[in-house]
């Protein structure tokens, strides 16, 4: 069996073997999560480091392919390439630490921890799967548990509206992206048809698709997508629904979850449906700067820290939709990059945002202040994550945010002007003043406690360790995604790689005379 | 003359005819046990059923009135699983029926035969005796509880809307007859070109159509549904909510693309208006209710109109995922139905299942699962079943670009499920306080019924494998 396989499919056991636990040994539910979650993470990163680079452009490793429903061309089919190997290590990171974190929860550990297995479990398969169905099938998994874990163990007085509105919106997304899978998976000749990915890969290289169909599938699919990435305007639902989930819960969405879109336009859509990809780029760049830019207005107005967060994260995510608009080599590697350096770095302020909610009993930061003298490792930690947040060189947003930067400014130098500023000085803005008003003051605090020992330290260091240690060496991801990305961009781009655009001097600079062109008299 | 045709249904008639003759020999107290004689029986013509295969060749007998074919036995496969579980649920709610007891078992194998004849109706003269036979049986079981106002005006409501229904049934054959000289399908699907642009067969086709939406309540005979369901005992409307609901399916299927195939196909878009209607009618009510019995009436009115959905695609596929989503339904349902005759036995109300989480933890997961597989959601059988239905919708739309348009129409009523099904779960799980906080005993075959409903959602939904091909099979006696 695949390695993959076990780095999914032991959450999921560990959900399956919780449910038969009773309720009362606690303690043994809890590390059966630990252990199945600590176990994928190791092997998510033994993948990582046999994974090799020169490889991937050309073929999915560490396959495995069984047959489902062959009559419906269903099939169980798993594999990486550059795209998603850091996806999945990321998130098997951040599942990891999301169980780390749930010590604090008090109150029916068995549904919980079956639910935070079932969401980890879940969105591990859906970046392991290379079947459009079993993609699909593993992110549902995490919607019913998303709307319970908020519903019980969230925080807030909106917690029930926030739950419904997560829930409506991500079942909306998913049923547009399903209906667009459907109708894609339609497009092949009866009798061959499929849900692998590989094989409607090769087929639309030879064949190119029936346009009128393409004209229906591809906006179904940006928009199904981007719902679930909180694409501006449809982003409304990821503030409020972070703001009052758990603190897992918003690890896993925030983090891993809400890359499923991204990761989905990047291996479907793109490379599929060129000619529409190319018209709608436009659009996704125009959409993208409200991310950018109004969603870190408001996120400057917030006086919750989760909501500050949550909003700060929609705007993050502009970036990522920037590159993948830019629908060049370097851009989109840059996306992939920020989806890798996103999801820990989310994952990462939230918990330490629950941490402090734990402590402080309250998220509103005008009751905060002066912390840093009774946290100094938490404070720590959480100020070099909001420098992460702003895009401060050293940690794994930089070279994302940059690549993006350096893609986009070809084809859009005035959306991407906007997007530095917002970047820079917006994120820059909301974010000191988080730190100011948090960390810095007069206020006296007795009652709260920095993390202890090692152990409990340990999700947080690991989080802000990978950060670092991928903002110092990116290319131990860029390497292995820069060989991925370029078929994909060789196709979204109609087969004829663009030539580069020259540089203006050139076109004022006297023409060289070709030699079949007849001189003008 | 081919009476081992019809030994399944016979043995369930003979079956009822001797619990009613026991029932006269049996004391008081020990009457609630010929449940069990009941339940035996089925399981033992279940297991019979699953002797003849589902791929062999059909049969027809008594001059062409009855057809056994893969259709006709998956059906009658899913309503004598269905009517084992309702036997269960009334042996369980027995003290409900403080009179007739044995009658009520009676009347629902009396039922379970006509339905079994609705699976292999090949005549419109057998479809009316089967019909009637389920629906008369129907008026009784719905007022059995005769001491309750609401159940009394449950049956009320059904007798009329049924005889209103019944009506243009027959007028429908009738017109029917008229046009075509016969009621025999095999003859009608032979002469089904010709008579494709006779205005009286369309009009007495539709008048079919009509009474048989009754059966599926879907639109334009939807209305009885939610107050027949609050009003109607726990068991009776399990069995009204899917026994009957398929029964009217495979009529529909077997009048549509066995007696009408032509018909059908120039009737795509009455269909799908009749499939966009019912599942915005059904969904749209459903939001505001409170009552758990009503709110699954308005949610079966938007499942006959998802399956309508297979219907108005006009394809194989499209019907095989009926057959499908109608084998998810049956365990759904009951896994619902087992949950809601033990946790809400007295009101109904969703109040009545606050805090179930708390009083058995069992039950709550249950509930929680089978709202999940209603929505629609991986990995249960639901999902499947719409995925299969979405799947045949969508394969539609590439010859009429309209059918994107019910493919939507489908998705927003998926949404606006999403919410009240999820206010089932929120009740459940972190509702208000329980009234009565003290746990809920489960019997071992309510228990067994459970775990069997959970099994089969589970494993329509992870393996459907198995499923697809029986169902791909059963429609082959179709044609499109």
Known sequence: ?521 | MNLSLIVPEMSVVGLALAILLIDLWTPAPSKPRLGWLAVGGLALILCATFAQPIAGDPVSGFSGLFVCDGLGIFFKRLFVGAAILVLLLGIESAEGFPMGIAEFYALVLLALAGMMFCAGVNDFMLLFVAVELLTITFYVLVSFQRARADCLEAGVKYLIMGALSTAFLVFGMALLFAASNTTNFSVLSRASATLAHDKLFWLGLALVLVGLSFKIAAFPMQMWAPDVYQGAPTPVTAYLAFASKAAGFVLLLRVLFVAAPYVARQWETLLMVAAGITILYGNLCAIPQRNLKRLLGYSSIAHAGYMLLGIAALSRDGASAIVYYLAGYLFTLGAAFVVICLAGRESGDISALAGLNKRSPVLAAAMATAMVSLAGIPPLAGFAGKFLLLRAVVEHAATNPAYYGLAFIALAGIVISLYYYFGIIRAVYWGDEAADPTPIPISPAMKFSLAVCLLGMFYLGLFPNVAVVAAEEAVQALSF
């Not at chain 1, 986009?408 to 906007?418: D, E, I, K, T």
């Open chain 1, 1 to 521: 069996m695949s390695p993959l396989t076990y780095i999914f499919g032991l959450p999921l056991l560990a959900a399956g073997l919780m449910v038969l636990i009773p309720r009362n040994f606690r303690f043994l539910i809890r590390l059966l999560a630990l252990l199945a979650t600590f176990a994928s993470m190791v092997i998510a990163v033994g993948v990582f480091c046999k994974f090799d680079n020169g490889l991937a452009g050309r073929e999915f490793q560490f396959q495995e392919q069984l047959d489902w429903v062959p009559s419906l061309g269903l099939g169980y089919h798993v594999g990486v390439d550059g795209i998603n190997l850091g996806l999945i290590v990321m998130g098997a990171m951040v599942a990891f630490a999301a169980t780390c974190v749930s010590r604090r929860i008090a109150r029916r550990e068995k549904e919980y921890y079956i639910l935070l297995m079932l969401m980890a479990g879940g969105i591990l398969g859906a970046f392991a799967s290379l079947d459009l169905f079993c993609f699909y099938f593993f992110h549902e998994l995490a919607l019913v548990p998303t709307f319970i874990m908020i519903g019980v163990w969230g925080r807030g007085e909106q917690k029930n509206y926030a739950a419904y509105q997560i829930t409506l919106y991500l079942s909306i997304g998913a049923l547009l992206v399903l209906i667009g899978l459907l109708a894609l998976y339609l497009q092949l000749p009866p009798g061959g048809r499929t849900f692998d990915i590989a094989t409607i890969t090769q087929y639309f290289k030879a064949h190119t698709m029936n346009g009128n169909a393409a004209r229906w599938i591809f906006p179904m699919l940006l928009f199904g997508f981007g719902i679930l990435v909180s694409l501006w305007p449809f982003h409304t639902w990821a503030p409020a629904g972070y703001g009052s989930a758990p603190t897992a819960t918003a690890m896993l969405h925030a983090g891993v979850i809400k890359k499923f879109g991204l990761y989905g336009l990047i291996r479907i859509a793109l490379p599929l449906m060129p000619d529409e990809a190319q018209k709608w780029i436009y659009i996704l760049a125009i959409l993208c700067l409200g991310n950018i830019l109004y969603c870190g207005l408001v996120a400057m107005r917030q006086r919750n820290l989760n909501l500050l967060i949550g909003n700060s994260s929609v705007a993050h995510m502009g970036f990522a939709f920037l590159g993948i608009a830019s629908l060049s080599t370097i851009g989109i590697t840059g996306t992939v990059m920020i989806m890798v350096a996103h999801g820990l770095l989310a994952a990462l302020t939230f918990a330490l945002s629950g941490y402090l909610a734990d402590e402080t009993k309250t998220l509103d930061m005008d009751q905060m202040g002066g912390l840093l003298r009774r946290l100094p490792f938490i404070g720590t930690v959480m100020i070099m994550a909001m420098l992460a947040g702003c895009g401060l060189p050293g940690f794994a947003s930089f070279p994302g945010e940059a690549m993006v930067l350096f893609g986009s400014w070809s084809q859009f130098a005035m959306v991407s002007g906007l997007a530095i500023w917002g970047a820079l000085v917006i994120a820059g803005v909301y974010m000191l003043r988080a730190i100011r008003d948090i960390w810095h003051g007069e206020k006296q605090w007795l009652e709260i406690s920095d993390a202890p020992n090692l152990w409990r330290k340990l999700p947080y260091g690991l989080l802000l360790a990978s950060l670092l240690l991928l903002g110092c060496f990116p290319r131990l991801l860029t390497d292995g995604i820069e060989v991925s990305v370029v078929p994909v961009v060789r196709m979204a781009s109609g087969m004829r790689l663009v030539p580069p655009p020259r540089p203006k001097v050139h076109e004022h600079a006297p023409r060289l005379r070709q030699p079949s062109e007849t001189p003008t008299p």
